[in-house]
């Protein structure tokens, strides 16, 4: 069983800057496409940004382009969500995923096999 756990959530405030992590515990992990997901409260789950383990360029939501920057360290095992210029809208419990597959697209979370916990993060107006 892969287990995923995030960290790194907070309260921060507009405009503040906020890294995320995602450890992964399967040693495999530079065989995974890693991908994050929000959701916000009363929200479907939604596709943030997702980085092919092939070294494929990153893929990104519109919302988030531009501000947001997905990266992964294959030998901590982990996956980062560089997250600036944040606001009331980023609001959102904060997924990390994982799947087997490199090819897009990379926007449905039935795609993917495993999932992580979730972090919040708040950002205050």
């Known amino acids: 069983q892969v287990h995923l756990v995030e960290s790194g959530g907070a309260l921060v405030q507009t405009g503040d800057s906020l890294r995320l992590s995602c450890a992964v515990s399967?040693?495999?992990?530079?065989?995974?496409?890693m991908a994050w997901f929000r959701q916000a409260p009363g929200a479907k789950r939604e596709f943030v940004a997702a980085?092919?383990?092939?070294?494929?360029?990153?893929n990104y939501a519109d919302s988030v382009k531009g501000r947001f920057t997905i990266s992964r360290d294959n030998n901590k095992n982990t996956v980062y969500l560089q997250m600036n210029s944040l606001n009331s809208e980023d609001t959102a419990v904060y997924f990390c995923?994982?799947?087997?597959?490199?090819?897009?697209?990379?926007?449905?979370?039935?795609?993917?096999?495993?999932w992580g916990q979730g972090t919040q993060v708040t950002v205050a107006s």
């Open positions: 995923a994982a799947r087997r597959t490199y090819r897009g697209p990379y926007d449905n979370a039935q795609d993917y096999e495993y």
């Open positions: 399967d040693g495999t992990f530079s065989a995974y496409t």
């Open positions: 980085q092919p383990w092939n070294g494929d360029k990153a």
